[in-house]
């Protein structure tokens, strides 16, 4: 195996590192350490961060790529292969590589269209042929499908409790270790109902996560879950493989907007003056133009850029990758003017306050005041912020691929999927599984992050925690 | 206020429409159900509606009723035959040597000097009305000497009140042919036309010179009557002769074409003025023409209105066509005056969805097929022949199919140094994977099976395509049970060996092959494609990868000659074998000269031939070169093939006098309508179902009913 | 206050300026005028010419910032960039790259994006006002925890399942209105219903749960309580002062959004092919016709910078304790 690093994965893997360092920081303060534990126990909170984890495992999964090496033919060097695959394609190799010829619905045993199949004699005969793959193992399906899928599912929930009942062992585990109760003493005060902490719930999520994945797994070993889209991919894998793409862009816009708009906004509120002026006018111009007009413009700049200064030797993965990174850009550019307006009007109010004057009097310097002074005291704004742009982003991208400004076509995404599924409505019968699967893959996430959201902005603004 | 105002027309236009008998989701103001309307849609703006501009399918729709060349396709027969359209009769060609002296046809090419066409057309032909062609009192044209204070409160053409009419005469058509030299214009088939007509590269030279030095303001006008061009001369009212330096039987496929209509020069002058396409109103925006209809409402953004040209001398239908014409009752209009729709209206639809919704409901008259709609409107039988459903049998729609004269293909850059170029390697490469991607599964995934793979560059129903055994490609199929069969994907992975890539890798470096598809296309359905392309590819251990980029940038990529596999369409300009041949003729080659050949093809002996094929009539002799022709290029396989589509169209049963017609353009003329039964299945097919809504109306006031309860006993409580 | 406004809109002229600078930078390295020109000119047989020609008659064939050709003003004037951009400033749009006259497009599909917006707006203020006021009203009894539970729902829902759902069951199954399409005059309205309410079914979720807080946040304030503990019943109470206070942040934050109604939607509008700007502008991104893009940034930045001056005014109106500096 031969690794790549592509950009986004090498900034998702900085992000994680970054929010790992802020955790370890934050665990020393106890102003940034109370509104998480009032998050903490919040169970609808607590339900929606077990399955934003389970989002964003997958995504870590797809994230990591690498060329899978060839068999060496006559004894020569190591040889790879051009193709590049991520740890999640590798995970589910039967879903990418068991495709079909064209559409089929749903756990179908038999085409979506009639085809003409030659039978032996020679003489023709129009029928739904069989899958290749989905229900292949049946000698009749008509017969035996239901059963069989319900037997298939029962294996998969006894599957799913299995390891349920292992990570949750685990999670026991780690916790005992903290206190000095025996391990059935973790599990009762963790089903007591006065709890700090919803363990009950975070439990319960967990488990029927597990149990529908590996039910759906299981059951993806034999049958199309999500049917199959017109060349014969499986819905399910494509689900999957978008899942990245939805979190890079809820999560790497804002990480690309962030310092900006951090350091503008304290700039423009702790200097005032002529920065402030700048600082101002730049905003107001971004903010000014379009939006969707000003993402349509530096997508198509990039798609040149990329023709006229890129050799071929980079791949389409690659080069879809950089569309990614540069769509997350030019939406963090449309989008940090509000966090930055914000943040220059608390800056405003902080610069007056005892201490920073006091600062000022010492004579510490100007950008030691705004890391040590300013910065800790809009931490929780800049957290706000960064939850609940998270589902407008993963939305947006769904609307921009509609209008092809959107990821590279060639990338597996939510949007595009959309964006061919809604082709595919005319269709009698209708084809209704791609956008389904999209569409519960979406709401599942948005709704989740937006629950999670409310909760972290509940716990943060200080206005609401006031009242 | 405005709100209630608003709730108020709402409702009322609601109950109008339930009251009157024309269902809810008619897109039509109601007084026009009964009318004598055609309707259609069209998908994209027409760029140019200029005859001499104009060169897209998509503009013919609205051109080819408006303006009339002087000959036409005969709307039955087959195959395609010219007859005349405003000529008396079908213009023969006179030859002539050095000397003047009139040689016959069949002399060596080297000998004939001078080609000439003399055309008469039908006397007393009016054109449309128009504001151009008005007159005053004393005879003077009114909208001739426009100041900057007349156009004030004009937007459209139809701001002028007045309009007039003149008759056809010959010296129209002169001078559109010497609009194709005119400096401004820029017809796109300007250079090919040089290399023919007589003296028109020194005309486009004189104008162009005259037009540098009258450029002082924009709208300047040159009075193209004052040339003398030896190309195309009045010789009295109604006859023109044209004049080509060469034998070109296929000059009159082109007369068939708008480039070749009449263009009074009234239009040239009204439309020059200054001021005029400051406020869009120009020639290539308002046709004006002697064809049965007009232009009369121009708004791309919603729709495009045909309406009967009062002034039309009536021309009257075919009376006879093909066998069976007579049986499926296409002659019965025989003989009675054209046009029969009054009115034509094409909508603007950029989505298929609705388009074809639209059309189920009754409110477009014919459809098309998109692939996402096939299975709900055709199946294949048995046989593999294609018949309607039973959803739309019952609705009375006809469907029609015909093989489009037309190639899409999947061609080599054979300038490119891994999959160009004529070294034994390459071609093999080539050959192999012709093989390997399979056309067949293509068109039956995407296309749903209207497609025929095709075997060579020339698409059936041009002369020269071969049918059966003798005209397979031997190189990708072989002749099994009467069938073409596609060569098994081991002969190509031999192929591949032999060419020196076993398994995709190169046998000396072991690294695979990669190989580039240059694409132009973006977006929800390309996907599809390029996955599937990617699978043949790697059938062969080959990876393809897929460099899509914007229109400009693939274009500018073809010129430069850096593409390396690219996909490409040609639709004939007129029924012949060198249509298509030359487009891999080495001399029209697409890098930096920007000919046709986007491969950039060039083999000696096909250029050769080629030069003996284009000027030949139809007959054994020609197949013979043609055969010996396209062998080379199915050895040589500068293109992996690809496939020729086959249109299928759908007709309501109140549609008449339906018959596929690839090559004439004016077709709208033939159609009728038969509004009573339309307008009765509309009704029968779009009944409104207000259940749910109710439903959803009653589920939202029942669930405020608990809350109100809630609600009181809270008060209540607090009261206490 | 007159003087107020003078100044505002004299300090928006350097934000237009620089919106010009940034489009016009954006567009010229996307697309050089030879790209345009053989997008613009159709796919067969172009000549060298007529692109020369197509380049000349819309002056790109000019230096793009610079002519050090030319006598003295003209160094400057005659440029790309001044012939195409500076005009911008008096309304002159000039003549898309196909070689239409902009403003009289923009004038003729303004009305038909006005027509699905406004009646969008306010209805969807009726309505929106109405679910938050009704949610707060019986506030924390099940309706409205199940009202903010569904709200929450419908907010994660992409915008495009409301338009692709509403258009199949309404226009196709229920038949109830045309599919898609658009007319002039009264007849428009049939059109016009279906994209209207799709707007308003796809806001409910975010705007009933904004307006919601609104309201809950009023009705803790103590001239409530106040008005409460006169005895004045809960209907008055919700009525006189939380609907007309709530209103205040309500109204005000609707004004910004006031000019940009012209824009229209680009999603809807090119859904139900409606011929208005949010369609004009689509279809010029598709056709990278520069001219026409870059008039609508413009026109969408000027209509902006007038949201944020009316959003300023109408403070001052409601609350008069705001002075304007």
Known sequence: MMPVIFITDGLIFLLLMMVFSFVWYARGQEHLRAPWRTVARSPMAMGSAVILFFYLLIGIMDSIHFHPQLENVNNEEQQYSTKILSLLDVTVTHLREQDEKTFSAPFAAHAYSKETIEVSDGSTLREYPRLNYGGAHLSDPDQGKTIDIILKSVVGVIIGLIVWCFVSSVIVFTSKCRTSLSFMGVVHSMLKKNNDIPWKVIHLTIGVVIVSLTVLLYLSNYYHIFGTDKVGQDVFYQSLKSVRTGLVIGTLTTLVMLPFAILMGLMAGYFRGWIDDVIQYLYTTLSSIPGVLLIAAAILMSQVYMDNHMDDSIGLAQRADIRLLILCLILGVTSWTGLCRMLRGEAMKLREMDYVQAAQAFGVSQFRIILRHLLPNVMHIVMISIVLDFSGLVLAEAVLSYINIGVDPSMHSWGNMINSARLEMAREPIVWWSLAAAFVFMFMLVLAANLFADAVRDAFDPRIRGA | MQIIHRIFILATTILISACSDSPLNNPYPVEEDNKNIYYDTFSERPKHLDPALSYSSNEYVFLGQIYEPPLQYHFLKRPYQLIPLTATEMPVPVYQDNNGNVIDEESPSEKISKVIYRITIKPGVLYQPHPALATGKTDEYIYHTLEKNDLKGVHVLADFKETGTRVLTAADYVYQIKRMAHPKIHSPIAGLMSQYILGLTELSKQLAEEYKNAQTDEASYIDLRKYDFEGARTIDDTTFEIVLKEKYPQFLYWLSMSFFSPMPWEADVFYSQAGMSDRNITLDWYPIGTGPFMLSENNPNLRMVLEKNPNFRGETFPIEGEKNDAALGLLEDAGKAMPFVDKAIFSLEKESIPTWNKFLQGYYDTSGIVSDSFDQAVQLNAQGEADLTEEMKEKGITLLTAVMTSTFYTGFNMRDEIVGGESERAMKLRQAIAIAVDFEEFISIFANGRGLPSQGPVPPGIFGHQAGEAGINPYVYDWVGGKAKRKSIDVAKSLMIEAGYPDGRHVETGKGLVLYLDSPAAGPGSKANFDWLRKQFNKLGITLVIRATDYNRFQGKMLKGTAQIYQWGWNADYPDPENFMFLLYGPNAKFEINGENASNYKNKEFDQLFGQMKNMGNGDARQLIIDRMVEIVRRDSPWLWGYHPVAFSLHHSWYKNAKPNLMANNKLKYKRIDPVSRKAQRKKWNPPVWGPVILILIVLCLSIIPAIRYHKRRERSAAL | ?325
């Open chain 3, 1 to 325: 206050m007159t003087a107020y406004i003078i100044r505002r809109f004299l300090y928006a002229i350097p934000i237009l300026i620089g919106v010009n600078i940034i489009t016009f930078l954006l567009f010229f390295v996307v697309n050089t005028p030879d790209d345009m020109a053989r997008m613009h000119l159709g796919q067969k047989r172009v000549t060298e010419q007529a692109i020369e020609k197509w380049k000349h008659e819309r002056g790109y064939d000019k230096p793009v910032l610079w002519d050090s050709q030319a006598e003295g003003k003209n160094k400057i004037t005659n440029t790309i960039f001044y012939q195409n951009s500076v005009r911008l400033f008096l309304f002159d749009f000039g003549r898309s790259d196909n070689g239409r006259d902009i403003s009289y497009d923009i004038s003729q599909r303004m009305w038909p994006s006005l027509s699905i917006s406004l009646p969008g707006l306010f209805l969807g203020l009726f309505a929106y006002i109405t679910f938050g006021l009704t949610l707060s009203f019986f506030r924390a009894s099940y309706l409205d925890i199940w009202g903010v539970v569904i709200c929450v729902m419908m907010m994660s829902i992409s915008g495009l399942f409301y338009i692709i759902g509403g258009q199949f069951i309404i226009g196709k199954v229920l038949h109830l209105v045309p599919i898609s399409g658009y007319d002039t005059g009264l007849d428009s309205i049939k059109f016009i219903v279906l994209p209207v309410l799709i707007g308003l079914v796809g806001g409910i979720g975010s705007s009933t749960r904004w307006y919601r807080t609104i309201f809950l946040e009023e009705m803790g304030k103590d001239y409530v309580r106040t008005a409460r503990a006169k005895g004045l019943s809960e209907q008055m109470v919700m009525y006189r002062h939380v609907l007309r206070n709530g209103l205040i942040p309500i109204l005000t934050g609707v004004v910004v959004i006031l000019p940009l109604l012209f824009m229209g939607s680009l999603i809807t509008e090119s859904f139900f092919s409606i011929p208005g700007l949010g369609s004009y502008t689509i279809d010029a991104i598709s056709s990278q016709d520069f001219a026409i893009v870059r008039s609508m940034v413009f026109l969408g930045s000027v209509l902006y910078i007038i949201g944020l001056l009316l959003t300023d005014i109408s403070y001052t109106l409601v609350d008069p304790r705001v002075r304007l500096q």
